[in-house]
Nanobody, 118 residues
């Protein structure tokens, strides 16, 4: 069983930056995939970014060029550097873990609130 702990959310002004962290523990597979979804009030949950075992990163169009996902395999930790934040980035960000890109099961973190407001 895998457990996720995520942190790094908070309140920032438009144009500011935050870095989210997500650490996995437990029975971790070598080809694991990790990333973040986010859910804003009144909106569906959407994929923000993810990174594969090969280091391949994928971003939502809405965050492309502003967010960067990276990983530390030794710590089974992923980071989401969020720059040039906009009010529409406000959401609860949920880290996830998959054994591979084709694995049908997701393991979810507890969520961390990101609020972008003046």
């Amino acid at each position: 069983q895998v457990q996720l702990v995520e942190s790094g959310g908070g309140l920032v002004q438009p144009g500011g930056s935050l870095r989210l962290s997500c650490t996995a523990s437990g029975s971790i597979f070598s080809n694991y995939v990790m990333g973040w979804y986010r859910q804003a009030p009144g909106k569906q949950r959407e994929l923000v970014a993810r990174i594969t075992s090969g280091g391949n990163a994928l971003y939502a169009d809405s965050v492309q060029g502003r967010f960067t996902i990276s990983r530390d395999n030794a710590k089974t930790t992923v980071y989401l550097q969020m720059n040039s934040l906009k009010p529409e980035d406000t959401a609860v960000y949920y880290c996830y873990f998959r054994k591979s890109l084709l694995d049908p099961t997701f393991v979810w973190g507890q969520g961390t609130q990101v609020t972008v407001s003046s």
